[in-house]
């Protein structure tokens, strides 16, 4: 079965400081893999998609890494902000726009 | 732009009523998906749509229907309301079967 484990479930952090999510996958074939961010009462909304081929993907202060061989991924935030707390959510995608699979998300909270 | 636009915000159904989800984006996406979100839980995809005219279903399409008239609108239609109902419905959309997708705001829906 097709499966997407993300961790932590959730994480409080200080503002400034970095942090990383994880995210395991078992999602067989594989095609790309999504990071999206979701705030509290708002759709989620796309960080990075990276295929097979990309280790690395950053979006501002968001890098996610890849490694399809453990089939890792990996979404870091440098110099957190109150902006930032939210949900992350991990997605997996075969190739079919039906197939994808979705993370429970973990669930970060940036504090003063 | 607006992007993908779901209306209502929320609604409170008693069992056995029927509504309507709205859902329209003004990117000129070919695809566009019902999701339903439950605490806990990754997205669920109900239905799809790959381009006008073209419907199929997903993962959890009990109890629900949907119709693609034009390439703007995809409404979501819950016949005989259930307590099972009860969630966070999420319209998506993306440009092609294996690229980003836009979310909506989401519609939070309590069934009683």
């Known amino acids: 079965k097709n499966q997407v484990e993300q961790s932590p479930q959730s994480l409080i952090i200080l503002e400034g400081k970095n942090c990383t999510l994880q995210?395991?996958?078992?999602?067989?074939?594989?095609?790309?893999l999504r990071w999206y961010k979701q705030d509290t009462g708002r759709g989620p909304v796309s960080l990075t998609i990276?295929?097979?081929?990309?280790n690395t993907k950053s979006n501002g202060r968001y890098t996610a890494t890849l490694d399809a061989d453990t089939k890792q991924s990996s979404l870091h935030i440098t110099a957190s902000q109150l902006s930032d707390s939210a949900s992350y959510i991990c997605v997996v995608s075969p190739g079919t726009a039906s197939k994808l699979t979705f993370g429970t998300g973990t669930r970060l909270q940036v504090t003063l | 732009n607006a992007g993908v636009t779901q209306t209502p915000k929320f609604r409170i159904l008693k069992i056995g009523q029927s509504m309507t989800l709205q859902c329209t984006q003004d990117?000129?996406?070919?695809?566009m998906y019902w999701y339903r979100q439950d605490p806990g839980m990754g997205l669920k995809l109900i239905y799809y749509?790959?381009?006008?005219?073209?419907?199929d279903k997903g993962e959890v399409p009990n109890g629900y229907n949907v119709s693609r008239s034009t390439t703007e609108d995809f409404p979501l239609r819950l016949e005989l309301a259930a307590p099972s109902q009860t969630s966070v419905y999420f319209c998506?959309?993306?440009?092609?079967?294996?690229?980003?997708?836009?979310f909506g705001q989401g519609t939070r829906l309590t069934v009683v």
């Open positions: 995210c395991n996958y078992t999602v067989s074939p594989f095609s790309n």
């Open positions: 998506a959309s993306s440009w092609g079967e294996n690229t980003e997708a836009f």
């Open positions: 749509s790959v381009g006008a005219g073209i419907t």
């Open positions: 990117m000129n996406h070919n695809y």
């Open positions: 990276m295929t097979f081929s990309e």
